[in-house]
């Protein structure tokens, strides 16, 4: 019978222990506030949005908010944040994406200082992560290794294969897997013959944005599945990038969809706004 990694339960331990972190600093006299910048109306950024701040309220971290409509100037969103580069009341700088097609996204997350990056997305914190310097480390990726090691299951020595190389997801999610000692492989869509790849995984982590696209002729006997991917199915329901009751017989532990990755994300992220202000 499959282990069923249940992700709103270890973030929601998480977050309690930063709640009591949090209390501790804020009785040091240590206020820790996180600037939320949305622009434009998008429904899912609005929801993930609103789940940071429920999460920020929770801990008791102060939350700023900066909504603008889609047409402010990149200009104006790069002022803004200069501002809040240089506040000292402001422990970390979040800007929602996407960003509207006239604004510059790597413009934007350049210009966030890396002392206040808690996505972890500025390049110098990718190239922290990279050498092994502390630095904040991508929010998904980093609640990825929590939800293993947290469910004891042991990464070191490993076959870890990846299926996705973004800059959000896969990239990150392989070096931090090679910092746990895995061993790590990263496929994706050029990627020849990928179900003897994939098959290959003891971990398999799944970050390629097509729904239920990973069934259970790419999945080892055993192996243990994490499902970055979140999509709605023919009828409406959400479902992953791996077809969950496909695969279910054959793992000996998954990550559902919805309630396994999703709430890491935002449990990670407060703990970078926590980070900012341990010192």
Same mark, same amino acid.
């Given at each position: 019978?499959?282990?069923?990694?249940?992700?709103?339960?270890?973030?929601?331990?998480?977050?309690?222990?930063?709640?009591?972190?949090?209390?501790?600093? &804020?009785?040091?006299?240590?206020?820790?506030?996180?600037?939320?910048?949305?622009?434009?109306?998008?429904?899912?950024?609005? @929801?993930?949005?609103?789940?940071?701040?429920?999460?920020?309220?929770?801990?008791?971290?102060?939350?700023?908010?900066?909504?603008?409509?889609?047409?402010?100037?990149?200009?104006?969103?790069?002022?803004?944040?200069?501002?809040?580069?240089?506040?000292?009341?402001?422990?970390?700088?979040? @800007?929602?994406?996407?960003?509207?097609?006239?604004?510059?996204?790597?413009?934007?997350? +350049?210009?966030?200082?890396?002392?206040?990056? =808690?996505?972890?997305?500025?390049?110098?914190?990718?190239?922290?992560?990279? #050498?092994?310097?502390?630095?904040?480390?991508?929010?998904?990726?980093?609640?990825?290794?929590?939800?293993?090691?947290?469910? /004891?299951?042991? #990464?070191?020595?490993? +076959?870890? !294969?990846?299926?996705?190389?973004?800059?959000?997801?896969?990239?990150?999610?392989?070096?931090?897997?090679?910092?746990?000692?895995?061993?790590?492989?990263?496929?994706?869509?050029?990627?020849?013959?990928?179900?003897? @790849?994939?098959?290959?995984?003891?971990?398999?982590?799944?970050?390629?944005?097509?729904?239920?696209?990973? /069934?259970?002729?790419?999945?080892?006997?055993?192996? =243990?599945?994490?499902? @970055?991917?979140?999509?709605?199915?023919?009828?409406?329901?959400?479902?992953?990038? =791996?077809?969950?009751?496909?695969?279910?017989? &054959?793992?000996?532990?998954?990550?559902?969809?919805?309630?396994? !990755?999703?709430?890491?994300?935002?449990?990670?992220?407060?703990? +970078?706004? =926590?980070?900012?202000?341990?010192?």
């Amino acid at each position: 019978m499959a282990f069923i990694i249940d992700g709103k339960a270890i973030s929601a331990k998480i977050k309690d222990e930063l709640k009591e972190e949090v209390a501790a600093l &804020k009785a040091a006299g240590r206020e820790i506030a996180l600037a939320v910048i949305q622009v434009g109306s998008d429904p899912a950024s609005s @929801v993930y949005v609103n789940n940071k701040k429920k999460a920020c309220a929770y801990i008791g971290i102060e939350s700023l908010s900066y909504e603008f409509a889609e047409d402010i100037t990149q200009e104006e969103l790069l002022e803004l944040i200069a501002e809040l580069n240089g506040r000292e009341d402001v422990n970390g700088i979040l @800007v929602q994406l996407p960003l509207p097609k006239h604004i510059n996204e790597e413009l934007v997350i +350049n210009a966030i200082s890396p002392e206040k990056d =808690v996505d972890g997305f500025h390049p110098a914190s990718v190239g922290a992560m990279c #050498i092994g310097q502390p630095g904040f480390l991508s929010c998904t990726p980093a609640g990825i290794i929590q939800l293993l090691k947290r469910s /004891n299951i042991e #990464i070191e020595g490993k +076959n870890c !294969v990846v299926i996705g190389r973004s800059n959000i997801v896969g990239k990150p999610m392989a070096l931090l897997l090679l910092r746990e000692n895995g061993t790590v492989t990263i496929a994706h869509s050029r990627t020849k013959d990928l179900k003897a @790849v994939a098959k290959a995984a003891d971990i398999l982590i799944v970050a390629i944005g097509k729904p239920k696209f990973i /069934n259970s002729e790419y999945v080892k006997d055993g192996a =243990v599945v994490i499902d @970055v991917g979140i999509h709605r199915d023919e009828n409406n329901k959400l479902c992953g990038d =791996v077809d969950y009751d496909d695969v279910i017989e &054959k793992v000996s532990a998954i990550t559902p969809v919805p309630g396994g !990755v999703g709430p890491m994300t935002i449990a990670m992220l407060m703990n +970078n706004c =926590v980070e900012s202000a341990r010192g």
